[in-house]
């Protein structure tokens, strides 16, 4: 980031309800509505699968690893 000019302003880790509450839950919700929609062909299978195994995978590790957000700025010029 900063080898391209720009400069840490902020740094912040997601809680654990911003993945859970605001982005896996409500994606769940929508994998019936998937798969009826593409009819349950193979590929929206295993995207289904896929998500649901990157779910799992937080649920269980969730206390080793997150994501951060960065925050920052390229001074004008």
């Not at 654990?16 to 593409?38: G, I, K, S, T």
């Not at 779910?55 to 960065?70: A, M, N, T």
């Amino acid at each position: 980031m900063e080898r391209h000019g720009y400069s840490l302003e902020a740094y912040f880790v997601l809680p654990v309800h911003c993945w859970l509450d605001n982005y896996y839950r409500p994606m769940q919700a929508w994998f019936d509505a998937f798969l009826e929609r593409h009819g349950a062909s193979d590929e929206a299978v295993a995207i289904v699968e896929a998500e649901q195994h990157e779910i799992s995978l937080y649920e269980k590790y969730r206390d080793e690893y997150s994501y951060g957000v960065y925050i920052a700025k390229k001074p004008m010029v």
